[in-house]
């Protein structure tokens, strides 16, 4: 039996060595408002009547079915501001309000297939696809509740106050007394006396409080069911029907637990996302497109952020942030040096890999072959370090040297300033530790 290297069976503590395993990173689930509401309602937590339209025909038809006294019409993108957003069309709000049907349509052919810009979105802003036709309804009190998973009670916990419809962490800032905490046993779930507790401190009352209870009971089941990490509905309202009604929620999902919930990552939307970074996705890469000129092909988030700090320091600008992670394979360092190149701001390329967590002749075969094939054009710089960079490095560096005309610097001569100057003068470093 090892821990972090130290054998446990013996009288005496023995370092073995221990080979690393790294969690290869995912990029975020996203889900359009719809698509949260439908997931809701599936599992029976009161939500808006709603429809979903894609042309301006389907949405004054939506309209019509619903028969509401007040319908809402919402531009669907992932972004936040939508209400105060402007479209390229000259419509402005990417959500409005009406009790004429016919209104829906007009405002729908303004909305889908033109860009929404927001505080949130690119200067371009996004294109609508969809829109969704919802009842609109009076709120008479908004209130906020969460299940998430808290690690300091090693599982899920409720957490709700009566002041809800604004955000919640001025709240627990300016009124902590408003905050209200329900651990939850993951063995036994939500129980009714913890559920009516909580929706009385809600300020639910009489028939409301135990509608209340119920909501949160389902809302439980669904964070269960999704496998959720946070489940936030924000506002909790209460009508003045007396209906409680979740108006608005966010789900972030636990994406260990994609393999079981196929139909749900299904429904991610990766039509907003930057093509590069989610092109870096399907190989596992966190990418991020920044505005310089230098590239740089890193593993490890701490030292990909550290590197893009040394150039700037140095005068130079970083065209992106790569973390390559610690179980990378030669397809992904090929697959990587594809997007870096595919940038056409690009004027460099900045290698910085230590190989704690990453074996360097995986990163060199990966760079050998990107080189061969993509016919790599700007200057090159790579300072490998760690395990195996010795036993390759002879090979490697003399493979490079006659097929690329690369330079090779030794370890003590690697700086940045070294790096910038081979960028002023086009030549290709590698450096070998």
Known sequence: LYFNGLSLLNDSLEIFPVKTFARTPRRWLNLQEYQSKKLMQESGVA???FYVADTASEALEAAKRLNA???VLKAQILAGGRGKGVFDSGLKGGVHLTKDPAVVGELANKMLGFNLTTKQTPKEGVKVKTVMVAEALDITRETYFAILMDRSCNGPVMVGSPQGGMDIEEVAASSPELIFKEVIDIFEGVRDDQALRMAANLGFNGPLQRQAADQIKRLYDLFLKVDATQVEVNPLGETPEGQVVCFDAK???DDNAEFRQKAVFAMDDMTESDPT???AAKWDLKYIGLDGNIACFVNGAGLAMATCDIIDLHGGKPANFLDLGGGVKERQVYEAFKLLTADPKV????VNIFGGIVNCAIIANGIT??????ELKVPLVVRLEGENVHTYSSSWSLLTLTQYKMCVAPSEAWTIDLHLACVEKHLTLVRIS
């Open 369 to 374: 072959k990107a080189c061969r094939e993509l």
């Open 277 to 279: 970074e989610t092109e």
């Open 69 to 71: 006294k007040e319908i």
């Open 347 to 350: 004027e460099a390329i900045l």
């Open 47 to 49: 939500v808006q009547r």
């Open 251 to 253: 789900i972030n999902f």
